[in-house]
T-cell receptor, first 111, second 116 residues
């Protein structure tokens, strides 16, 4: 089992729809969870982080965390073509504090 | 504008060359990182410097040699690389350092390395 698992996609949604990106992790002791966005040919950019169970909203983005189910998700409301990118889920390992990345989900938002 | 600056943006080198990648941050961050990223893969951690001291080396081959001259600068010296080392090399920094590393990383734009 991979430490951080994501569906590689591509996930295709029409413009204006809600895009839902999911991630599961194996380290039950992990405390910090992150979503990075990476455009093709560019470097990753941190867009959301969440440390507590529940939802955290920032503009069109909502991160959701369920530690009991070891599940974290990112919702993008009113998806725009400019949201088309690879979204990397990352989790800090409880024993080392290192950041463990998932393989990333490619999102395509079609006009 | 990125607050982590990497140079050069592109580098082509032969297997016998010696070159260096440079990274600079002016955010007062205490930890700096080198990552390697291959196409369609997530970034792979190579080295971490915490308070200018090497704290993590992820069993990286000795042909990669990191250096942290001061808290704002990070170098990666390259020597006798192999074609399979061709990748995007990312520098990152974080405010947190020490035993607990924050996952709030600020990445530079990367240096795309091609080894012939």
């Amino acid at each position: 089992q991979k430490e951080v698992e994501q569906n590689s996609g591509p996930l295709s949604v029409p413009e204006g729809a809600i895009a839902s990106l999911n991630c599961t992790y194996s380290d039950r002791g992990s405390q910090s969870f992150f979503w990075y966005r990476q455009y093709s040919g560019k470097s990753p950019e941190l867009i959301m982080f969440i440390y507590s169970n529940g939802d955290k909203e920032d503009g069109r983005f909502t991160a959701q965390l369920n530690k009991a189910s070891q599940y974290v998700s990112l919702l993008i409301r009113d998806s725009q073509p400019s949201d088309s990118a690879t979204y990397l889920c990352a989790v800090t390992a409880s024993n080392t504090g290192k950041l463990i990345f998932g393989q990333g989900t490619t999102l395509q938002v079609k006009p | 504008d990125t607050e982590v600056t990497q140079t050069p943006k592109h580098l082509v080198m032969g297997m016998t060359n010696k070159k260096s990648l440079k990274c600079e941050q002016h955010m007062g961050h205490r930890a700096m990182y080198w990552y390697k990223q291959k196409a369609k893969k997530p970034p792979e951690l190579m080295f971490v410097y915490s308070y200018e001291k090497l704290s993590i080396n992820e069993s990286v081959p000795s042909r990669f040699s990191p250096e942290c001259p001061n808290s704002s600068l990070l170098n990666l010296h390259l020597h006798a690389l192999q074609p399979e080392d061709s990748a995007l090399y990312l520098c990152a920094s974080s405010q947190g350092a020490g035993a607990t590393y924050t996952g709030e990383l600020f990445f530079g734009e990367g240096s795309r390395l091609t080894v012939l």
